[in-house]
């Protein structure tokens, strides 16, 4: 068991050796994580920073973020100062729009 107060949205770092995860208190965490075989064993889980989300906190988690593969960066989308989310197009057989 990596954390005994929960925990969601896991990311690994690209090595495997370690953890990424978000707290219920919203902390993202990291654990240091180690196979010898068939046995799993995870380091102390330390806290990294508060996690700021788009949508409600953590009961809302978007799946959104992720982490560098060496581990020392992450990805979070914010919103910034907006209440409402800015709305986008996307265009489907875009493709087909190409041979006029």
Do not use: C, H
């Amino acid at each position: 068991m990596v954390s005994q107060g929960g925990g969601a949205e896991p990311r690994w770092r690209r090595d495997g050796k370690e953890l990424f995860y978000v707290s219920p208190e919203g902390q993202v965490m990291a654990s240091q994580v180690s196979v010898n075989g068939a046995t799993f064993q995870p380091g102390i889980p330390r806290a990294l920073f508060k996690a700021q989300f788009v949508v409600g906190g953590v009961d809302r988690i978007l799946q959104a973020w992720d982490v560098s593969a060496d581990g020392t960066k992450f990805l979070f989308p914010i919103m910034r100062g907006e209440t409402v989310p800015t709305p986008f197009t996307v265009v489907l057989n875009w493709t087909s729009l190409l041979k006029r």
